[in-house]
């Protein structure tokens, strides 16, 4: 099974500032990898797919990169509502698996 | 628009069976896979297996193989999760969730809404 690190568990900021999440994998999930947003009491929402690929309706302040194990999701200014817990997850072998998550808050 | 709609909460006793389900509308319900994922209270999120309509093709996590049974029928487009004895540690909100691209396991663009499942004497 491959497993997903995430650093920092929790990243404190505040609104309009960036924020930076790592994401890595224990072996080479080449470009298969994708981020989600999680608020409270929701179901998680997909940011991004392929590593860098913004999902449909997501805004442009985020931006996902890297490849092979390691991997970053930036939040280029926070708005109020982005503070959430942030997963990343590889599908690129079975069984799926997402890092611990990544809470950013105020 | 592609929808999945997750049965609703579910309370059970420690060695109850249960069974909840995730119904898709607007896509073709057998060439996409689709599967559960389990969030604990305050804990992150596992895949726990996934389901290919089309053929019933099922893959489960180690970690939950011999837990747990997933299924799907294709003509009512459901899909479901099964246990035959539940523990308390089974308590968790389980959501279903489709993959993005036909045929293939990939990432997850649409999400059930979750069925809360308590287990509890």
């Known amino acids: 099974e491959i497993v997903m690190t995430q650093s920092p568990a929790t990243l404190s900021v505040s609104p309009g500032e960036r924020a930076t999440l790592s994401c890595r994998a224990s072996?080479?999930?080449?470009?298969?990898l994708a981020w989600y947003q999680q608020k409270p009491g929701q179901a998680p929402r997909l940011l991004i797919y392929?590593?860098?690929t913004r999902a449909t309706g997501i805004p442009a302040r985020f931006s996902g990169s890297g490849s092979g194990t390691e991997f970053t999701l930036t939040i280029s200014s926070l708005q109020s509502e982005d503070f959430a817990v942030y997963y990343c997850?590889?599908?690129?072998?079975?069984?799926?698996?997402f890092g611990g998550g990544t809470k950013v808050e105020i | 628009e592609v929808q999945l709609e997750q049965s609703g909460a579910e309370v059970r006793k420690p060695g109850e069976s249960l069974k909840i389900s995730c119904k898709g509308s607007?896509?073709?319900?057998?060439?996409?896979?689709i599967g559960w994922v389990r969030q604990m209270p305050g804990k992150g999120l596992e895949w726990m297996g996934i389901?290919?309509?089309?053929?019933?093709?099922?893959r489960y996590n180690p970690s939950f193989q011999g837990q747990v049974t997933i299924s799907a029928d294709k003509s009512i487009s459901t899909a479901y999760l099964q246990w035959i004895s539940l523990k308390a540690s089974d308590t968790a909100m389980y959501y279903c969730?489709?993959?993005?691209?036909?045929?293939?396991?990939?990432?997850?663009?649409?999400w059930g809404q979750g069925t809360l499942v308590t287990v509890s004497s």
């Open positions: 607007g896509y073709s319900f057998t060439t996409y896979w």
């Open positions: 389901i290919y309509p089309g053929d019933s093709d099922t």
């Open positions: 072996q080479s999930v080449s470009s298969k």
């Open positions: 997850q590889q599908y690129n072998n079975w069984p799926l698996t």
């Open positions: 969730a489709r993959h993005a691209v036909i045929g293939s396991i990939s990432w997850s663009q649409h």
């Open positions: 392929v590593a860098s």
